[in-house]
């Protein structure tokens, strides 16, 4: 159930499940209170609208200690802020995200442009699921050759 890789291992990507934010923000949620889900570990894929929300982050530690995970691994997570993103259908969600994550969005993804998110499912409330995001993947820039080609 790590979050983070320890530095000499690189990032899993493929422990992530493809998953539809439609879909996921279809899904019931509470009227009140928290669900909690199995940090289910998602791949999503949707435009980026603002780099940076505040949210309540206050709920990630709580949920993580409900789920199960290690004081050392909650406090491992940092994450003070919450990006909104589109999904498909045009809806915006606002996912945590971590911010050793965060930093490095504005310098590799435009607002506006798509993205792949890494996320774990932790919880949902009435506002909607709780996705922690643990990585992304920029749009690949074509090289040289490539538009050279074209």
Do not use: W
């Amino acid at each position: 159930m790590a979050l983070l890789a320890p530095p000499a291992l690189a990032f899993d990507f493929c422990r992530y499940q493809a998953a539809d934010l439609d879909d996921v923000l279809a899904q019931r949620h509470p009227q009140t209170g928290l669900d909690l889900y199995r940090a289910t570990p998602l791949r999503l894929e949707f435009k980026l609208v603002s780099y940076e929300e505040t949210c309540a982050v206050q709920s990630i530690p709580l949920a993580m200690r409900m789920l199960g995970f290690t004081e050392e691994q909650i406090d491992g997570v940092q994450a003070t802020r919450c990006i909104k993103v589109r999904s498909a259908k045009g809806k915006e969600a606002r996912l945590f995200i971590q911010d050793v994550v965060r930093a490095h969005l504005p310098g590799e993804v435009p607002l506006g442009g798509p993205v792949t998110l890494f996320a774990i499912h932790l919880f949902r409330t009435s506002e909607g699921p709780g996705l922690l995001v643990n990585e992304f993947e920029a749009p690949k820039k074509p090289d040289k050759s490539d538009v050279a080609a074209a």
